[in-house]
């Protein structure tokens, strides 16, 4: 079964500053998806950036950009130039095989310091 | 990315009731799907709803306790039957566009009591 872990309950970063959002993941399959959703306590999710394992070149969405590994079975969400609005829960999450669920990590709380 | 409206937003209900809660998308969509948010917890998929047939049920989760329709391709609806204080979480729907890319709705909020 695939499985995402996400092993920082919790960052901090300064207005402006730059952080890094961990996750690992495990599976056995060669073509998937893998997303960044955040939920801020509107609770809505919300998608930040999606990769696809295909493809060598990180992706990036303005100023959220990831550092995918497919070796190591690691994607990472870099988020740069950090706004008081990034203040969310950031869950990773992977997609693959025939039926298209999505397997979540258990979140990273991000709270943005002014 | 398609616009997904649930409702209710949120509902306290008593414990042996039951609540359906409507996913509307504004466009037709291969594939829906209902997840589970339990307080402080990550999402957890209860099924896949599937257009004109039973839905599709994760392990863990049954037809009698979570009985799922989709009458057509901007519908479903997921009722929370018999409920329970441990039914208390947010259920949200999600659509999966052609970009095999899954956006949510804004989440119903459940309360048993």
New interface residues.
């Given amino acids: 079964a695939q499985t995402v872990t996400q092993s920082q309950p919790e960052m901090s970063v300064q207005e402006a500053e730059t952080v890094t959002l961990s996750c690992t993941y495990d599976t056995s399959e060669s073509d998937y998806?893998l997303?960044w959703?955040k939920q801020p306590p509107?609770?809505?999710?919300?998608?930040v950036i999606?990769q696809e394992a295909y493809k060598q070149q990180n992706a990036t969405e303005n100023r959220f950009s990831v550092n995918f590994q497919k070796a190591a079975k690691s994607f990472s969400l870099k988020i740069s130039d950090s706004q008081l609005g990034d203040a969310a829960m950031y869950?990773c999450a992977y997609?693959g095989g025939s039926?298209?669920?999505?397997t979540?990590?258990?979140?990273t709380l991000l709270t943005v310091n002014p | 990315?398609a616009v997904i409206s649930q409702k209710p937003s949120r509902d306290i209900c008593q414990r042996g009731t039951s609540l359906t809660i409507q996913c509307q998308v504004d466009s037709q969509v291969t594939?829906m799907?209902w997840?589970r948010?339990q307080p402080g917890?990550?999402?957890?998929?209860i099924a896949?709803a599937n257009q004109g047939s039973e839905a599709?049920y994760?392990s863990g989760f049954v037809i009698d306790k979570f009985p799922i329709s989709r009458p057509n391709l901007t519908f479903s609806t997921l009722t929370v039957s018999n409920m329970s204080p441990e039914d208390s979480s947010?259920y949200?729907c999600?659509v999966?566009t052609g970009?095999?890319?899954?956006?949510?709705g804004?989440?119903t909020?459940l309360t048993v009591l």
Avoid: C, W
């Avoid at chain 1, 509107?42 to 998608?47: A, C, N």
């Avoid at chain 1, 039926?99 to 999505?102: A, I, Q, V």
């Fill in positions: 998806y997303f959703y509107s609770r809505q999710m919300i998608l999606r869950f997609s039926n298209y669920k999505l979540f990590g258990k979140g | 990315s594939m799907f997840y948010q917890q990550s999402l957890t998929l896949t599709t994760e947010i949200l999600s999966m970009t095999d890319t899954q956006y949510f804004p989440g909020r």
